[in-house]
């Protein structure tokens, strides 16, 4: 009989702890589905975010560095100028890279660096028990907007990957959603892509993940997957908003 | 024949680390020690190392963080408020028990204070810093020869601990020039880096981190860390005695307050008072003992800080009950005057 479908190599053999209905296993799965595709497992380091990110470290069967709240992109950094041969990402969530991290984020990618960043966005913060995001939809009641996210207290809902696309060092910023089965083919595509233009030192890759958070969103896995299409998809579309060819970085 | 050079210390400072192997610095503007990232901005590129100029003091301090954890020798320097918004990843390096060497030009505070030389950080350094149960290594140096030299000494003493390790210097050391003689670096017996992060070829995967969340592994990590401080207690405490043999007072003093109470020592001498000094070089692990033991002949001790009074503490909890502790603080603004300070001496002797 022919297998046709197993565990990534670059996954361990251990449950998920993610909620029922979380995307974060999908996107474990994608990212390890890359690495595996390249043979890049023995010589790629992960960077934990916090938040529910952190936990990479329990489910990739790589070398991984935790990093305090946002500055993931700045440990890649110093771990990708040390070690300009091997392959670095980091993996946060929505709180992690577009509030307090952002920073980090906006000045890691205009040097070009030449790391990943999986980014996932769930619109909540989701292992302190779903407070406002810097993502959370207007309207959208959290822990902390439990009115509903009003623009003139909050502001409005950062759309990161339109944004990192205006950026001179950025070669790609993605934005991908999960919730059907087209567009998860459609996101391995551009994890590989990702990894693929890392592996030709093309500069820095952005692939941001609209995530359910059905825990946190108050609903069924099902309903949180409608969210997404219903919901998010039109507040952040998705597509590739930056793209950069070999021949421009060359 | 050894080498002499006319260098001013923040230069003396950022050429020992790149003798002592250090390619991998970052930093963010701020006076006064513009001078370190303006050096390696010249030379690390002579010495293929790496030097960014990052986009905050929160940034060099994690960018530090992930060079530190591919194994390499990695720094970063700043002045007071610089320092202050690296005490979360300070932290967070000696949580992960992560090498690295933080050079502190210390400036006046609080807040934006000023860019006069102050010892306003001494608690800041000593005490931690950043939040939770650790320490770090703190040198302290006294001149631009002591700028060089504890600088190779910080990069062994951070890789033989797997800890931060501070340079506690002021924008008087930082600043001024002096003769030094070019020393070579020579280094420790140091263990191999056996835990760095470099992709797992053909071994088990490794993990650097400080989150710890099951049953017990709290504890037992902080009791890890604190069998460590207790080591470097034994075996790093590093001091400069300066005529303490028949002191009558022995004036406790560290960086330019040591330097400057040189001077009124000896004038304070000329007159006829028997004073001496005890300087300690490292603040963190502070040199309790000979204190102590020094407490058992000498009667009176003085603490003289560019300050308002924080080292005075640690000299109190050293010495023997019944000596005498005096403090005498000149705050930022102006260097402390040698007059300034042989009246001081005169005054508690």
């Not at chain 2, 010495?47 to 990695?74: H, K, P, T, Y």
């Not at chain 2, 006046?108 to 860019?115: A, D, Q, R, T």
């Not at chain 2, 005490?127 to 062994?156: C, K, N, W």
């Amino acid at each position: 009989m022919k297998q046709v479908f197993s565990r990534p190599n670059s996954l361990r053999d251990v449950p998920f702890h993610f909620c029922p209905g979380c995307h974060h296993g999908v996107v474990h799965r994608l990212v390890a589905d890359a690495l595996d595709h390249f043979q890049l497992r023995e010589k790629t380091i992960g960077v934990a975010g916090v938040g529910c990110s952190v936990f990479v470290y329990e489910y990739f069967n790589i070398d991984v560095a935790e990093a305090p709240h946002g500055r993931a992109p700045a440990v890649a950094t110093g771990l990708k100028r040390a070690l300009r041969d091997r392959i670095i990402f980091t993996y946060q969530g929505d709180g992690d890279l577009a509030s307090i991290g952002m920073s980090e984020i906006v000045h890691t990618a205009n040097r070009g660096e030449n790391i990943t960043v999986i980014f996932v966005n769930n619109t909540v913060y989701g292992m302190t028990g779903g407070q406002m995001a810097p993502t959370t939809l207007l309207g959208q009641q959290t822990t902390t907007s439990p009115y509903g996210r009003d623009f003139l207290q909050d502001g409005y809902p950062i759309r990161m990957a339109e944004m990192l696309a205006t950026l001179e060092g950025v070669s790609l910023s993605a934005r991908v959603a999960l919730n059907n089965a087209a567009n998860v083919l459609r996101a391995k595509k551009i994890v590989r892509q990702a990894f693929e233009m890392q592996m030709k030192d093309m500069g820095f890759t952005f692939v941001e993940f609209l995530s359910s958070c059905p825990t946190n969103w108050g609903m069924s896995a099902i309903k949180a997957n409608e969210r997404v299409e219903k919901e998010l998809i039109p507040y952040f579309p998705l597509g590739v908003f930056k793209e950069r060819k070999e021949s421009d970085v060359l | 024949m050894e080498n002499r050079l006319f260098m001013k210390g923040n230069e003396a400072l950022a050429m020992a680390a790149i003798k002592a192997g250090c390619r991998f610095y970052f930093g963010y503007p701020i006076t006064p020690q513009n001078d370190i990232p303006e050096y390696f901005s010249k030379h690390m590129p002579r010495a293929e190392g790496c030097f960014i100029q990052a986009e905050s003091e929160v940034a060099s301090i994690n960018m530090l963080l992930g060079a530190s954890a591919a194994g390499a020798r990695a720094m970063t320097s700043s002045s007071s408020p610089g320092i202050s918004l690296m005490q979360e990843g300070i932290s967070y390096l000696a949580g992960s028990e992560l090498p690295g060497v933080i050079v502190n030009i210390n400036r006046s505070g609080p807040g934006l204070g000023g860019i006069t030389a102050s010892q306003g950080d001494y608690f800041q350094a000593t005490r931690g810093g950043g939040h939770g149960d650790y320490r770090t290594i703190v040198l302290a140096p006294y001149s631009v020869q002591e700028m060089h030299d504890l600088t190779m000494l910080a990069f062994d003493l951070a890789d033989r601990y797997r800890n931060p390790v501070l340079i506690l210097g002021d924008a008087f050391l930082g600043q001024m020039q002096e003769t030094m003689i070019d020393r070579p670096y020579q280094p420790l017996e140091l263990p191999p880096k056996d835990w760095v992060l470099s992709g797992a070829m053909g071994r088990k995967p490794r993990l650097i981190k400080s989150l710890y969340l099951k049953e017990g592994e709290m504890e037992r990590h902080n009791w890890k860390l604190f069998e460590k401080y207790q080591k470097m207690k034994k075996e790093e405490v590093r001091y400069d005695p300066f005529l303490t043999e028949d002191a009558q007072l022995i004036v406790v003093a560290f960086g330019t307050a040591a330097r400057v109470s040189k001077t009124a020592i000896r004038q304070a001498r000329a007159g006829g008072l028997k004073v001496g000094m005890l300087r300690p070089i490292t603040l963190f692990p502070f040199p309790e003992a000979v204190l102590n033991e020094l407490s058992k002949r000498t009667p009176k001790f003085l603490s003289i800080e560019m300050n308002t009074g924080q080292m005075v503490e640690d000299v109190k909890l050293s010495v023997s009950r019944n000596a005498d502790v005096e403090f005498y603080g000149h705050p930022p603004g102006s260097p402390p005057t040698p007059e300034e300070l042989l009246q001081a001496i005169q005054k508690a002797y």
